[in-house]
Nanobody
Protein backbone atom coordinates (compact mmCIF):
# COMPACT_ATOMS: atom_id res chain seq x y z
CA UNK A 1 0.00 0.00 0.00
CA UNK A 2 1.31 3.42 -0.97
CA UNK A 3 -0.12 6.71 0.22
CA UNK A 4 0.53 9.84 -1.82
CA UNK A 5 0.16 13.39 -0.57
CA UNK A 6 0.50 16.32 -2.96
CA UNK A 7 1.36 19.88 -2.02
CA UNK A 8 2.50 23.09 -3.64
CA UNK A 9 -0.55 24.16 -5.57
CA UNK A 10 -1.88 27.68 -5.50
CA UNK A 11 -3.05 30.73 -7.38
CA UNK A 12 -0.48 32.34 -9.68
CA UNK A 13 -0.41 34.65 -12.67
CA UNK A 14 0.36 33.63 -16.21
CA UNK A 15 4.10 33.30 -16.69
CA UNK A 16 4.78 32.40 -13.07
CA UNK A 17 6.22 29.17 -11.75
CA UNK A 18 5.15 26.60 -9.19
CA UNK A 19 6.68 23.42 -7.86
CA UNK A 20 4.41 20.59 -6.88
CA UNK A 21 5.56 17.91 -4.48
CA UNK A 22 4.21 14.45 -3.85
CA UNK A 23 5.34 12.60 -0.75
CA UNK A 24 4.93 8.85 -0.78
CA UNK A 25 4.79 6.36 2.04
CA UNK A 26 6.43 2.96 1.80
CA UNK A 27 9.89 1.54 1.49
CA UNK A 28 9.82 0.65 -2.21
CA UNK A 29 9.29 4.11 -3.66
CA UNK A 30 12.24 3.79 -6.03
CA UNK A 31 10.61 0.84 -7.74
CA UNK A 32 7.53 2.78 -8.83
CA UNK A 33 6.93 4.79 -11.93
CA UNK A 34 5.57 8.12 -10.74
CA UNK A 35 3.21 10.24 -12.74
CA UNK A 36 1.39 13.53 -12.69
CA UNK A 37 -2.07 13.95 -14.13
CA UNK A 38 -4.46 16.87 -14.11
CA UNK A 39 -8.16 17.44 -14.44
CA UNK A 40 -9.82 20.71 -15.29
CA UNK A 41 -13.50 21.33 -14.54
CA UNK A 42 -15.71 19.60 -17.07
CA UNK A 43 -12.79 17.77 -18.66
CA UNK A 44 -11.33 14.31 -18.40
CA UNK A 45 -8.20 13.60 -16.42
CA UNK A 46 -5.15 13.95 -18.62
CA UNK A 47 -1.55 12.88 -18.46
CA UNK A 48 1.05 15.51 -17.69
CA UNK A 49 4.36 13.82 -16.94
CA UNK A 50 5.89 10.60 -15.66
CA UNK A 51 9.22 9.32 -14.46
CA UNK A 52 10.06 5.65 -14.67
CA UNK A 53 12.39 4.91 -11.75
CA UNK A 54 15.14 7.50 -12.15
CA UNK A 55 15.73 6.71 -15.78
CA UNK A 56 13.05 7.79 -18.22
CA UNK A 57 10.92 10.90 -18.25
CA UNK A 58 7.84 11.47 -20.36
CA UNK A 59 5.79 14.60 -20.97
CA UNK A 60 2.56 15.60 -22.59
CA UNK A 61 3.14 17.78 -25.63
CA UNK A 62 1.25 20.61 -23.96
CA UNK A 63 3.81 20.91 -21.15
CA UNK A 64 7.02 19.83 -22.87
CA UNK A 65 9.72 22.42 -22.34
CA UNK A 66 7.84 24.08 -19.49
CA UNK A 67 7.37 21.33 -16.90
CA UNK A 68 10.05 19.12 -15.38
CA UNK A 69 9.44 16.00 -13.35
CA UNK A 70 12.06 14.82 -10.88
CA UNK A 71 12.30 12.58 -7.87
CA UNK A 72 14.30 12.20 -4.71
CA UNK A 73 14.21 8.54 -3.74
CA UNK A 74 15.87 9.25 -0.39
CA UNK A 75 12.91 11.48 0.50
CA UNK A 76 10.26 9.34 -1.20
CA UNK A 77 9.18 12.43 -3.08
CA UNK A 78 8.43 13.30 -6.68
CA UNK A 79 8.35 16.87 -7.90
CA UNK A 80 6.95 18.75 -10.82
CA UNK A 81 8.50 22.08 -11.60
CA UNK A 82 6.07 24.14 -13.67
CA UNK A 83 7.39 27.20 -15.46
CA UNK A 84 5.76 29.67 -17.82
CA UNK A 85 2.35 28.73 -16.54
CA UNK A 86 -0.65 29.44 -18.71
CA UNK A 87 -4.32 29.83 -17.84
CA UNK A 88 -4.97 26.52 -19.61
CA UNK A 89 -2.77 24.81 -17.02
CA UNK A 90 -5.46 25.50 -14.43
CA UNK A 91 -6.57 22.16 -13.01
CA UNK A 92 -6.49 19.82 -10.07
CA UNK A 93 -3.13 18.04 -10.22
CA UNK A 94 -2.81 14.45 -9.09
CA UNK A 95 0.22 12.38 -8.28
CA UNK A 96 0.08 8.68 -9.12
CA UNK A 97 2.25 5.60 -8.65
CA UNK A 98 2.54 2.58 -10.91
CA UNK A 99 4.28 -0.65 -10.07
CA UNK A 100 7.51 -1.22 -11.92
CA UNK A 101 9.08 0.46 -14.90
CA UNK A 102 6.68 1.84 -17.47
CA UNK A 103 8.01 2.48 -20.94
CA UNK A 104 4.58 2.33 -22.52
CA UNK A 105 1.09 3.24 -21.36
CA UNK A 106 2.64 5.71 -18.90
CA UNK A 107 0.08 8.23 -20.13
CA UNK A 108 -2.89 6.07 -19.22
CA UNK A 109 -4.46 6.58 -15.83
CA UNK A 110 -5.35 2.90 -15.69
CA UNK A 111 -1.64 2.06 -15.52
CA UNK A 112 -1.41 3.64 -12.06
CA UNK A 113 -2.40 1.86 -8.91
CA UNK A 114 -2.17 4.58 -6.29
CA UNK A 115 -3.39 8.17 -6.39
CA UNK A 116 -3.09 11.24 -4.24
CA UNK A 117 -5.94 13.51 -3.27
CA UNK A 118 -4.91 16.30 -5.62
CA UNK A 119 -3.72 19.87 -5.33
CA UNK A 120 -5.32 22.81 -7.11
CA UNK A 121 -3.37 24.99 -9.49
CA UNK A 122 -5.04 28.13 -10.76
CA UNK A 123 -3.36 30.37 -13.31
CA UNK A 124 -4.89 33.77 -13.89
CA UNK A 125 -4.41 35.73 -17.10
Amino acid sequence: QVQLVESGGGLVQAGDSLRLSCAASGRTFRSYTMGWFRQAPGKEREFVAAMAWSVNTYYADSVKGRFTISRDNAKNTVYQQMNSLKPEDTAEYYCAAALGFLNSDYDRSTSYLYWGQGTQVTVSS
